[in-house]
């Protein structure tokens, strides 16, 4: 057992004792007014191997040692130095106790931030962004409700992060402007002073021209004769500039609060009651609620997918024979103009690339594999973005804490919690943050169950396939649609089997209680929104965004290296060798067609690029024509269709996965399990349709 110690520390009523209450299982007093608290108490708890030890200290608005709580506090993290202090603010009023945070953020490098009560801030409209507060502060910054036992768990990791020294924390170091050349003439005088070198040498030098009675009693004890320079310059502040500089390094302090609170918290309005209570009546009743859910979900899938590749607009338009007009819209969603940009940006840069007599290979790797790379990376930026903003939207309203709470006893059949609705249904949109958004879920087997799961929810990627290949079937326009609908029923299916085998084994039987407290509704704020799917979207970037580049650069050589070195001619490259190694594995399946094996394969960095394989390899423009020159038979294409939807998950979402939990044997049984999904139920969808003379 490792043990970490923890201090919790802030301004009085911020629920420190509630806080370590809930962590440790004490009853120490609370209560609603300040200063309850007055001696540190000490409780420990257990979680996986550390043994982790709290100590309560009492409530203070500064570490200026004025008072006996104060003097308890401050020496408590001086000279016991715990390995992390919890500063907890009240995300209520978070301007006045941000002052106790920043000011032990000066002293300290070990510190964690706990954003309190974010439970009541959103009852009336206050929104914090802790990414942007973990940002401006240079720490970690979680948000919690200790009453309702909200974050707790995301707290605790942090403080293990860093305990572990797994998270960087530096201490802040605000400019104090003319101040600071003052200190530093103190910094000198006292440098070398036992005692006081104790503690970080700007830090006690502010201290002291403020005027620190406890410092100048360890300095009078030690270096009598910098206390009287020491004053000397106090005095010299205050004729210089004009105010004491207790007052000026204060001002310095609040107005770097103000920005801090500016960027990072929004307001908005609550909705009035009585609307409140009417829509809560039709959006929890156990009939009309799942249904208007399952209404506004679609509609909010609709768009995004709209938005995003046309579909199915661009279906409709067709059908209705407005194929012209259906093109027009085609280029203008957000896959057609990034498409079109690629397209350009790869043309340009290939004319000038062989304009300087670059070798041919080094101009195709350049602009097919590492522009293409790029490109498939910034394909899925807006993915992520609009899918993740949408999302926002409905959880900022409120609308989706209504959704988890009508579904939670539908989900609770499957051993998830209605809560697990919210990050699984922005899988349709994209797996990625599907899963990254699992981590809202109380207990870690929910995240890792709910995170097996969302990658069979097919995606906006896979749907994009699936169009051509049901495009490319030879069948009426409603065997199509059927073919579709019952793809995506199949793998809904999948979702809520899998789910339930997963939380037997992993949960022995256990059901997830929902710890959801219902927000009242708000008017969505843009600005929230926009942190929420800018936040989703960087993460993304920052974690998978070098995984698949990589990835697309090896694909690129898999199809330009054959026996000769560089070849343009994909039937002699390594990846044809591959592709054909691989084809008694799709001949299970009923398609023992290499092409179809090479571009299974390369759908495995991501799935659209199966379409994309096929065009190259046929050498065709149009994907749907690219799949009838393979000549398959409807058995094969339905076979073809379910393998795609099910298989392995792209390479986006396994490097999520993989970062979220960080154990290989978990994301090999991922990549596993799917893969045998999706062979047993080819080979059985091919079987059955051959059978029946498809
Ligand atoms: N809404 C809400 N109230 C909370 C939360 N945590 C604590 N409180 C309330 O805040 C008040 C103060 O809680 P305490 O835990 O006594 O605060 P403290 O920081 O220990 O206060 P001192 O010991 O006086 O410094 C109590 O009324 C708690 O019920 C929370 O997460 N949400
Ligand atoms: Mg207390």
């Not at 203070?60 to 006996?68: D, F, G, H, P, W």
């Not at 870690?444 to 709910?450: M, Q, S």
């Not at 090999?668 to 051959?690: C, G």
Request: aromatic letters at 8%; glycine letters at 6%.
């Amino acid at each position: 057992m490792k043990e970490i110690r923890v201090a919790l520390a802030g301004p009085p009523n911020v629920g420190k004792s509630t806080l370590f209450n809930m962590l440790v299982g004490a009853n120490r007093f609370v209560g609603n007014w300040p200063g309850k608290t007055v001696d540190k108490y000490e409780g420990f708890f257990e979680h996986m191997e550390y043994s982790i030890r709290v100590v309560d200290l009492p409530g203070t608005y500064s570490l200026n040692a004025q008072t006996e709580e104060e003097a308890i506090a401050r020496d408590y993290i001086i000279t016991e130095k715990p390995d992390v202090v919890v500063v907890l603010v009240d995300a209520v009023s978070l301007e006045t106790t941000l002052y106790l945070a920043v000011q032990v953020l000066e002293l300290y490098d070990r510190v964690v931030i706990a954003v309190n009560k974010i439970d009541a801030a959103l009852k009336r409209g206050i929104h914090i962004s802790t990414e942007k507060l973990s940002r401006k502060l240079g720490v970690p910054v979680v948000g919690i409700s200790a009453l309702r036992r909200e974050g707790l768990h995301d707290l605790v990791d942090t403080i293990i992060r860093v305990a572990e020294g797994l998270e960087t924390v530096r201490r802040l170091k605000l400019d104090y402007k003319g101040l600071d050349y003052y200190a530093r003439e103190i910094e000198h005088a006292i440098k070398g002073c036992p005692k006081i070198s104790e503690y970080p040498l700007e830090w006690s030098s502010m201290r002291l021209l403020e005027g620190d009675a406890e410092l100048e009693r360890t300095l009078q004890h030690y270096c009598a004769d910098a206390l009287g320079l020491v004053e000397a310059t106090r005095r010299r502040v205050e004729e210089g500039l004009g105010s004491p500089p207790s007052l000026l390094a204060a001002s310095v302090r609040y107005s770097f609060i103000d920005g801090v609170v500016a960027e990072s918290v929004t307001t908005t309005g609550v909705v009035k009651r009585e609307v409140t209570e009417r829509l809560d009546k039709i959006l929890l009743h156990p009939v009309a609620g799942p249904l208007t859910n399952l209404g506004i979900i679609l509609s909010v899938l609709i768009v995004t997918l709209t938005v995003n590749t046309g579909f199915p607009i661009k279906q409709l338009l067709e059908l209705t024979g407005n194929s012209e007009l259906a093109q027009v819209f085609e280029k203008y969603t957000i896959s057609g103009l990034f498409s079109s940009l690629f397209d350009s940006l790869s043309n340009v840069l290939a004319e000038y690339l062989s304009g300087i007599r670059l070798p041919a290979f080094l101009v195709s790797l350049i602009v097919d594999g590492v522009i293409g790379g790029v490109g498939a990376v910034l394909t899925f930026l807006p993915l992520v973005f609009i899918v993740s903003a949408a999302f926002g939207f409905l959880e900022d309203t409120g609308v989706m804490a209504r959704i988890a709470t009508a579904n939670h006893s539908i989900m609770r059949r499957v051993g998830l919690s209605g809560k697990s609705l919210m990050p699984l249904l922005l899988g349709f949109g994209c797996n990625v943050p599907a899963i990254m958004g699992t981590k809202i879920l109380e207990t870690d087997r929910e995240k890792l169950i709910a995170s097996l799961i969302a990658p069979l929810i097919p995606c906006q990627a896979r749907l994009v396939v699936l169009l051509i290949l049901i495009s490319a079937l030879p069948a009426t326009p409603m065997a199509k649609v059927v073919a579709l609908v019952s793809t995506y029923a199949y793998s809904l299916l999948l979702v809520a089997v899998v789910a339930r085998v997963a939380s037997t084994f992993l949960s022995h039987g256990e059901k997830p209680e929902l710890v959801l407290e219902l927000p009242p509704y708000h008017r969505p704020s843009l600005r929230v929104i926009w942190w929420f799917a800018w936040d989703s979207t960087l993460h993304f970037l920052k974690k998978a965004g070098g995984i698949i580049l990589g990835l697309s650069v090896v694909v690129w050589l898999l199809l330009h290296l054959g026996p000769d070195g560089f070849t343009e001619d994909i039937s002699s490259s390594i990846a044809k060798a591959i592709g054909e190694a691989l084809t008694p594995l799709t001949a299970v399946m009923g398609i023992p067609h290499w092409q179809v094996a090479l571009a299974l394969l390369t759908g495995f960095v991501a799935k659209e690029t199966v379409a994309s394989t096929l065009t190259v390899i046929t050498g065709t423009v149009d994907p749907v024509e690219a799949v009838q020159k393979l000549a398959l038979t409807p058995a094969q294409i339905a076979s073809l269709i379910i393998f795609i939807t099910l298989y392995t998950p792209c390479l986006a979402t396994v490097a999520t996965f993989h970062t979220q939990f960080r154990r290989y044997k978990l994301t090999i049984l991922l990549i596993a399990y799917e893969f045998a999904i999706a062979t047993v139920s080819a080979v059985i969808v091919y079987q059955a349709l051959n059978l029946m003379g498809f």
